[in-house]
């Protein structure tokens, strides 16, 4: 009813807002607001298992790269370079191979911390949530059923209201000798149908009740689910930026002694080292004299 107070004001809840059908934006049916809400809750699975299925080909990516990284280092190219320079092309090298390990151990633990979880949450939502439509479902064509027959009830006793109303009136102007026992056979039967009427509207404010309560705790209880489901998805997606940044941290280390190695490049050393080793004589030639 408009004076109805919310049962949750300001929050939003599922429970305020669920109680009536809308009309189905794919066709030109309605739909109750609990299967909208059920909608929502599926969709919340689907979106969950794709995005499983995106960090499994950020996976398959890391894995390839690492892959190539481990390929790559043992490149034969520039493996005759010599001295200071040819130890930090060496150490540049060795350095990719570090950065696959680095790598293959960021995609381990996508897999284990990330992709695994988001793709198990809630294994049996689907089947759950079907229970839970039928349950709900039920309760509501129950009290549709009551309703009818509440309906049903008030015209029988209207009905019946007006014919002791006719009889009566016979009975005012004589018109029958049996007026008088009609009326009485009138009477019962419309103080029969007001009775049916009464166990009627009982029966519809029993299936009401129930309805009502079912619907108040599953609506919450779903609203719950929604929330837990977007916690552990932003919790998974925060452990994917923290293994980010810390795969980062493990990246830049395995380029430090190359920077190491490149300070301590020096060409005047390196030539020194090289002569030593490949010098062919110190003689120079000299002008003849006469």
Not at 239 to 267: A, I
Request: charged content about 35%; overall charge neutral; hydrophobic content about 35%.
């Amino acid at each position: 009813m408009p004076e109805q107070q919310l049962l949750k004001p300001t929050e939003w809840s599922y429970c305020d807002y669920f109680w009536a059908d809308k009309k189905d934006p794919q066709g030109n049916g309605t739909m109750a607001g609990f299967e909208l809400l059920l909608q929502k809750q599926l969709k919340g699975k689907q979106m969950q298992k794709e995005m499983s299925e995106f960090i499994r080909e950020r996976i398959k990516i890391e894995e390839e790269y690492a892959k190539n990284l481990a390929k790559l280092s043992q490149n034969s190219l520039a493996a005759q370079e010599e001295g200071s320079l040819g130890e930090a092309w060496a150490q540049v090298k060795k350095s990719l191979a570090d950065e696959a390990e680095v790598h293959l151990k960021f995609s381990a633990k996508l897999h284990s911390e990330v992709e695994k979880p988001l793709m198990n949450f809630r294994e049996n939502f689907k089947k759950d949530m079907k229970k839970c439509d039928h349950h709900i479902a039920d309760l509501r064509k129950q009290l549709a059923s009551r309703y009818a027959a509440v309906e049903k009830a008030r015209k029988a006793l209207t009905e019946r209201q007006r014919d002791l109303e006719v009889k009566t009136q016979q009975l005012e102007v004589k018109l029958s000798n049996k007026t008088e026992e009609d009326i009485k056979k009138a009477r019962r039967k419309s103080t029969q149908a007001g009775d049916d009427l009464m166990r009627c509207v009982d029966l519809y404010n029993q299936a009401q009740s129930k309805w009502f309560e079912e619907m108040v705790t599953t609506t919450l209880e779903l609203e719950r689910l929604e929330v837990e489901r977007v916690e552990m998805i932003r919790q998974h997606l925060c452990q994917y930026t923290q293994l980010r940044h810390e795969t980062d941290m493990f990246n830049q280390s395995t380029v430090e002694p190359v920077d190491q190695l490149l300070r301590k490049v020096d060409p005047a050393k390196d030539r020194e080292l090289w002569v030593r080793e490949h010098k062919t004589g110190n003689i120079r030639p000299v002008d003849m004299e006469i």
